[in-house]
């Protein structure tokens, strides 16, 4: 069995086998926040972020797209 490797979006930190971090789940008109958890993570569309202030970072920009 190989490990997925998870990469950060914003920075490029690279885990396999990430702690507190974030997963982020999204379409135009819904973001949803997840708590790190391997279902989450490998949900088909999921994006992974090593931390807060790196979700954050994705957040502000969906939601800017968002209006715009
Ligand atoms: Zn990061």
Redesign the pocket.
Known sequence: MIDTIYR??????ESQNPVRWIVIHCNSSQLTVYKWTKEAADTYGARH???E??AQ?YISRWLEAACS
């Open positions: 950060c979006e914003i920075c490029g930190e972020y090593c931390g202030a790196h970072v």
